[in-house]
Nanobody, 124 residues
C-alpha cells in the first residue's frame, strides 16, 4: 500500500509559477513510476506528466510540455511538479498517482494509488 499526499496548490496569476509536491509513504518509493493528472470541473481526469523509476525518463502532455517539469527525490519519497508560465486553462485539481506498470502511463487506469488532490487556480 502507498499513501500519497499532495501540497503546494493555490491561487496564482497567469504567467506565474507554482511547485506541487507529493509525499509518499508505505512501500519503497523508488519502485514506483509517478504521475500527475488534473481534473477541471465537469471534465475527465487527464494526464499531465510522469517520471520513471530512475528519474531518467519523463513524459508530458502536449499542453504542458516546455512549461511544466516533473522530478523526484527518492531520498525524500517525494515527486514534484514545477509549473511555470501558468495559464487560466491550467486551473484544475491536481492529483499525483503511483504505479509499478511501465506502459499506458498516460491513462488513469494504469495507476494503482492516488492522492487526495490539490487545487490550482490561475486567474487571468
Amino acid at each position: 500500500q502507498v499513501q500519497l499526499v499532495e501540497s503546494g496548490g493555490g491561487l496564482v496569476q497567469a504567467g506565474g509559477s507554482l511547485r506541487l509536491s507529493c509525499a509518499a509513504s508505505g512501500r519503497t518509493f523508488s519502485t514506483y513510476v509517478m504521475g500527475w493528472f488534473r481534473q477541471a470541473p465537469g471534465k475527465q481526469r487527464v494526464f499531465v506528466a510522469a517520471i520513471d523509476w530512475s528519474g531518467g525518463s519523463t513524459f508530458y502532455a502536449v499542453s504542458v510540455k516546455g512549461r511544466f517539469t516533473i522530478s523526484r527525490d527518492d531520498a525524500k519519497s517525494t515527486v514534484y511538479l514545477q509549473m511555470n508560465s501558468l495559464k487560466p486553462e491550467d486551473t484544475a485539481v491536481y492529483y499525483c498517482a503511483a504505479t509499478q506498470r511501465s506502459t499506458g502511463l498516460t491513462g488513469p487506469g494504469a495507476y494503482d494509488y492516488w492522492g487526495q488532490g490539490t487545487q490550482v487556480t490561475v486567474s487571468s
